[in-house]
């Protein structure tokens, strides 16, 4: 009998890892800038998924020093009032982290939003400027948290991924684009694939690392799967069963289990992760804004 629990790719031990190492740059931070980091999450309107995600983050930043602040606004709140109070925080020195949680309401533009966040202050990495210079092979900017959170696991988990084949199945801004980018930094050989790919298993099955981040629960099973495949499951679905929401991922876990080397699970793989992350960008925000040297640490293994 195999055992499968040496297979899961445990999501919160590695953020524990990754956050008590955080604690430290805190504390280094606070010395440096005689202030503890900070970071502003905006919240707007009623959306119980992202009020549950902002709270979240707000409860992490408090536990590991980091002064956080939630605004709320009702899904009224105009464009120009949204943006005239981000360029006012922008201002603020005091403030290392700005985060706006999407989505947004239809009458307000996301990339008008993301592109008035100073970039130096962009924790979430959208804006084209942190996006761009991704895209160039530079890690010194800010990068998105999801993606980030992956390929930390898969360096931890599998050491080198030099010359390994990885595919990701999903090619959003938040995910799919710049997961490829890092994977490319770590000398992988990638393909972005997508809801309308053709063949798409023809990619998958190729795939010593599998990404997936297609919002589709249980979509990939062991049919898309080669043997010994390293599994990131991005998905959060919620799904009533019996009157009880569930999440579920993008990967049907029970049916692929026995085939792969190794999975993150859902929850309790990617998500804790992210948020790690989102408190290493915002760290990481709070040297580089006041001209201090900051050494990376997700990359240097
Ligand atoms: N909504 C879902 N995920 C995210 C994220 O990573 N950042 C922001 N800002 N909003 C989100």
């Known amino acids: 009998?195999?055992?499968?629990?040496?297979?899961?790719?445990?999501?919160?031990?590695?953020?524990?890892?990754?956050?008590?190492?955080?604690?430290?740059?805190v504390l280094?931070?606070?010395?440096?800038?005689?202030?503890k980091p900070s970071i502003v999450v905006i919240l707007i309107g009623k959306n119980s998924a992202s009020e549950i995600y902002v709270k979240n983050k707000i409860k992490i930043a408090e536990n590991i020093g980091i002064i956080?602040?939630?605004?709320?606004?009702?899904?009224?709140?105009?464009?120009?009032?949204?943006?005239?109070?981000?360029?006012?925080?922008?201002?603020?020195?005091?403030i290392d982290g700005i985060l706006v949680q999407l989505p947004l309401p239809m009458h307000i533009s996301e990339d008008n939003v993301i592109l008035s966040i100073d970039p130096k202050k962009d924790v979430d990495g959208f804006h084209p400027i942190n996006l761009g210079n991704l895209f160039l092979g530079n890690n010194n900017g800010m990068?998105?948290?999801?993606?980030?959170g992956c390929i930390y696991m898969l360096k931890k988990e599998l050491g080198s991924l030099n010359g390994l084949n990885a595919t990701i199945v999903g090619r959003s801004n938040i995910v799919g684009k710049p997961m490829q980018s890092l994977l490319l930094k770590e000398n992988c050989t990638?393909?972005?694939?997508?809801?309308?790919s053709r063949n798409l298993s023809e990619f998958t099955l190729k795939a010593d690392i599998l990404i997936v981040a297609i919002g589709i629960a249980e979509f990939?099973?062991?049919?898309?799967?080669?043997?010994?495949?390293?599994?990131?499951?991005?998905g959060i679905n919620r799904k009533k069963i019996n009157d009880k929401i569930k999440i579920l991922g993008d990967v049907n876990f029970n049916d692929v289990i026995n085939k792969v080397n190794l999975i993150t699970p859902v929850p309790g793989g990617v998500g804790p992760m992210t948020i790690a992350c989102l408190m290493y960008n915002t760290v990481k925000a709070s040297f580089l804004r006041n001209n201090h040297e900051f050494k990376e640490i997700i990359f240097d293994e």
Request: aromatic share 2%; glycine share 2%; proline share 3%.
């Open 1 to 25: 009998m195999i055992n499968n629990d040496a297979k899961i790719i445990n999501g919160i031990k590695h953020s524990k890892n990754l956050t008590d190492k955080i604690k430290e740059l």
């Open 68 to 94: 956080s602040k939630k605004i709320s606004y009702p899904s009224s709140i105009s464009e120009k009032e949204l943006l005239n109070k981000i360029k006012d925080l922008n201002k603020q020195n005091d």
């Open 143 to 148: 990068i998105p948290c999801t993606p980030l």
């Open 220 to 234: 990939i099973d062991n049919n898309y799967v080669k043997d010994e495949a390293t599994i990131i499951d991005v």
């Open 190 to 196: 990638t393909a972005i694939t997508h809801s309308k």
């Open 28 to 35: 280094k931070s606070e010395s440096l800038n005689k202030r």
